[in-house]
């Protein structure tokens, strides 16, 4: 099965396709005449921004598309980042940016309160269907400093209960198997 990803970012291209197997071929929207759209993302949740890039790219290109949308979820700031993760300090800021600024917000809270979750939202768009989406978490708690080289984003500072480390700190195969991204897209490939 060919599906379009709503996405120009061949890094998770490769990961996605990694994860949904042979039985997909996973193409990016840069190799497409949708190449030279940019989705905003203005949803409140996830989900919405997830079904806005899908349905806006499978109406452009009239082929299946997933989109997903991503990020963290911080319990004792009521949630946030959320849907702003990628732009937590700032509209250009870098991973290392939002790092220092989450580890900021967090000084003084509590070990055991510093509970927090990736969030992964992928929607499927296929001409003339209902769009459906699919949602995975990854439990964890945000460290104090960075540990681990692996990775990207905030994977330095997400702490990994089941594995003793930060996700920075994991092979990539072993992320790939836990993660909220992993956990979304096998929902999707057992539903195709």
Same mark, same amino acid.
């Given at each position: 099965?060919?599906?379009?990803?709503?996405?120009?970012?061949?890094?998770?291209?490769?990961?996605?396709?990694?994860?949904?197997?042979?039985?997909?071929?996973?193409?990016?929207?840069?190799?497409?005449?949708? +190449?030279?759209?940019?989705?905003?993302?203005?949803?409140? !949740?996830?989900?919405?921004?997830?079904?806005?890039?899908?349905?806006?790219?499978?109406?452009? !290109?009239?082929?299946?598309?997933?989109? *997903?949308?991503?990020?963290?979820?911080?319990?004792?700031?009521?949630?946030?980042?959320?849907?702003? !993760?990628?732009?937590?300090?700032? *509209?250009?800021?870098?991973? *290392?940016?939002?790092?220092?600024?989450?580890?900021?917000? /967090?000084?003084?809270? %509590?070990?055991?309160?510093?509970?927090?979750?990736?969030?992964?939202?992928?929607?499927?768009?296929?001409?003339?269907?209902?769009?459906?989406?699919?949602?995975?978490?990854?439990?964890?708690?945000?460290?104090?400093?960075?540990?681990?080289?692996?990775?990207?984003?905030? *994977?330095?500072?997400?702490?990994?209960?089941?594995?003793? +480390?930060?996700?920075?700190?994991?092979?990539?195969?072993?992320?790939?198997?836990?993660?909220?991204?992993?956990?979304?897209? %096998?929902? /999707? %490939?057992?539903?195709?």
């Amino acid at each position: 099965m060919k599906l379009i990803l709503a996405s120009k970012n061949a890094h998770k291209a490769m990961e996605m396709q990694a994860i949904l197997g042979d039985g997909v071929e996973l193409i990016t929207q840069d190799k497409t005449i949708a +190449k030279d759209i940019d989705v905003v993302e203005d949803g409140l !949740t996830f989900e919405e921004n997830a079904i806005k890039k899908a349905l806006t790219i499978m109406k452009e !290109t009239g082929l299946p598309t997933i989109a *997903d949308d991503s990020g963290l979820c911080v319990d004792a700031l009521d949630g946030r980042p959320g849907i702003y !993760t990628a732009r937590f300090a700032g *509209d250009n800021a870098t991973d *290392d940016e939002n790092i220092s600024k989450l580890i900021s917000e /967090l000084e003084g809270v %509590k070990d055991d309160a510093r509970t927090a979750r990736f969030v992964c939202v992928i929607a499927v768009a296929i001409p003339n269907r209902e769009v459906t989406t699919y949602r995975g978490e990854c439990e964890g708690r945000i460290l104090t400093q960075r540990q681990g080289k692996n990775g990207f984003g905030y *994977d330095p500072i997400f702490f990994v209960p089941e594995h003793g +480390k930060s996700m920075a700190e994991l092979s990539a195969d072993v992320k790939n198997s836990i993660s909220h991204r992993f956990k979304a897209l %096998k929902k /999707l %490939k057992e539903s195709l």
